[in-house]
Structure formats: C-alpha cells, structure tokens
C-alpha cells in the first residue's frame, strides 16, 4: 500500500471501484482469468460486498456475477451472440464495449429502465452516449420521456468540447 503523500500522487489515490481497477489492471497475467478478479476485490470499495469469491465456480459464471455486480443487468440478455462476453480475458479486454451493452440493455427494460440507465450513467461517467441510445429511448413505450430526461440530464454534465 502507497503511504502518505505519495498516496494522492499515484491510481491508488484515485477510484478503486472493480469497473476502474478492471479497465486499468484487466489486462495483467494471472494464472487463472478469476484470480485476477478475486484479487482486484481485495482492493476494491465497492463490489467485495456484492460478489461472493467462490473458487469452484467456472469462469463463465464469474463473469455473469462480476457483470450484473457492475451493471445489474443481464449481459445474456441480448440476443447478438458477438456482443456476450466469452471469458473474463474477453470481458476485461472489452470492458467499455460491455458498458455500452449494459446501457443499452438497461433503456429498453420497460420495467425499471430509468432506474438502471440512471444508475449506469452515475455509475461510469465516461460512456459515451450514441444516435442508437437515444433511439432506443424514444422506443422505451412505458419509459422514454423520464429515460430522455436522464440522458439529457447527462449530456449536460459532460464537459463542452
């Protein structure tokens, strides 16, 4: 652990929330793809008490737990085949593409999509909001006037570029 002032001056002084050290450490070497999950959970502040550290689960299952830990949504709830993450190699490699999956899953929920797109936008500040999210919106028939409302809402936040 980095002490003192040093601290603030490196990532660790920075969000250690899982998706942060995932985009940032995913790529590392581990003998096994969940070992580098379980220990990026260690280091965590956020998901240690969403995720249950079972060695005996597969691979695939880790993924599907780690990814509604991030998101809470169904990653396999899509039906594009290409766009559900392989392994957590593939999952941590394309982490950002799965955000963007993960949102786009969570506005056409005609449940409790507002709920889980506000939460997904809040959650990751840097998704990038494209022509397709917003339609998909607009195609929301129980939710797109509030689902419109927190895209704008974040739109707004975002730097002027």
Request: glycine share 4%; net charge positive.
């Amino acid at each position: 652990m980095m002490p003192g002032p040093f601290r603030k001056e490196t990532w660790f002084g920075g969000n250690q929330d899982l998706y942060t050290l995932l985009e940032r450490f995913g790529g590392s070497e581990a003998s096994k793809p969940r070992d580098l999950v379980y220990a990026l959970l260690s280091m965590t502040t956020d998901a240690i008490h969403y995720i249950r550290l079972e060695y005996k689960n597969d691979e695939i299952l880790v993924v599907k737990t780690v990814s509604h830990s991030l998101y809470r949504v169904n990653l396999d709830s899509t039906t594009l085949v290409s766009a559900k993450p392989t392994s957590l190699r593939d999952f941590y490699r394309r982490i950002s593409h799965f955000s963007q999956l993960a949102l786009k899953i969570a506005i056409q929920d005609e449940t409790d999509g507002d709920e889980l797109t506000a939460f997904i936008l809040d959650r990751y500040p840097k998704i990038a909001i494209h022509h397709g999210t917003v339609i998909s919106a607009t195609r929301n028939v129980t939710k797109a006037p509030r689902l419109l409302r927190i895209l704008l809402k974040y739109l707004e936040k975002l730097p002027s570029q």
